[in-house]
C-alpha cells in the first residue's frame, strides 16, 4: 500500500543517474612495447657475449645454466627482431583498458612518463606485485594531454627514483653498448 502512495519516488529511481555512466576520455592504438631496428652489430655484439659466457660456464660445468642463457638469449633477439603490433587503449571513468584487460583505477597506484627507445611512454604502476607496470606506448599523444586525464584518479609522479636495477643496466648501456649510435653524418 505504501508503494502506490508513492509512485514518484519509484519513477525516480528508476530513471539512470547520468554521474555513473562510463565516458571514455581517450582511445587510441599503439605498438605494444618500444621498439627500434637493431642493427648487424647488435646481433654479433649479442653472439660474442654469448660464446663467451657459455664458455666459461662450460669451464666450471654449468650446463644447465648455459642452456637457460641460451633461451634467454633467443629470447631477447626475437623481441629485438620482431617488431610489436598494435595494441588498442583506452581510459574511461572506470579505469584504463589495454586490449581486453581492464584494469579499474582500484588496482592502480600512480603514473609518471618516461622515453624509452626514443618513444615516449606512460607508465602507470599497479597495486599488486603483478603485473607491477603497466607501459603504454603514447606514439603520437602528448604527454600532457594524457596527464590532465590521469590526474582526475591518479597520483602523477614528476620525477621517479630509478632502481639499482636501472641504474645498473644505465650504466652498462651507456658504457658497454651492443652497437654503435647512429651518425647523421654517414649513410
Known amino acids: 500500500m505504501e508503494q502506490s502512495a508513492h509512485p514518484h519516488n519509484q519513477v525516480q529511481e528508476a530513471t539512470p543517474n547520468h554521474d555513473f555512466d562510463v565516458r571514455t576520455f581517450l582511445s587510441w592504438s599503439a605498438p605494444g612495447r618500444p621498439f627500434s631496428k637493431k642493427g648487424r652489430q647488435f646481433f654479433l655484439s649479442v653472439a660474442l657475449l654469448l660464446l663467451l659466457f657459455e664458455v666459461i660456464l662450460f669451464l666450471f660445468s654449468q650446463y644447465e645454466l648455459?642452456?637457460?642463457?641460451v633461451a634467454l638469449t633467443f629470447l631477447s633477439v626475437a623481441l629485438s627482431s620482431v617488431p610489436p603490433h598494435n595494441f588498442h587503449y583506452k581510459i574511461t571513468?572506470?579505469?584504463?583498458k589495454v586490449e581486453d584487460y581492464f584494469y579499474i583505477?582500484?588496482?592502480l597506484y600512480d603514473f609518471y612518463f618516461k622515453r624509452i627507445d626514443n618513444m615516449e611512454v606512460l607508465i602507470v604502476r599497479t597495486e599488486s606485485l603483478l603485473p607491477g607496470e603497466l607501459k603504454i606506448s603514447l606514439e603520437n599523444l602528448h604527454r600532457d594531454h594524457v596527464r590532465q586525464i590521469l590526474v582526475r584518479f591518479l597520483p602523477y609522479r614528476e620525477f621517479?627514483?630509478?632502481?639499482f636495477?636501472?641504474?645498473?643496466?644505465?650504466?652498462?648501456?651507456h658504457n658497454f653498448p651492443l652497437e654503435k649510435p647512429n651518425d647523421i653524418g654517414s649513410a
Open 66 to 69: 648455459m642452456l637457460v642463457l
Open 105 to 107: 583505477w582500484s588496482e
Open 165 to 173: 636495477m636501472e641504474k645498473s643496466a644505465d650504466w652498462l648501456s
Open 160 to 163: 621517479v627514483r630509478p632502481t
Open 93 to 96: 571513468t572506470e579505469g584504463i
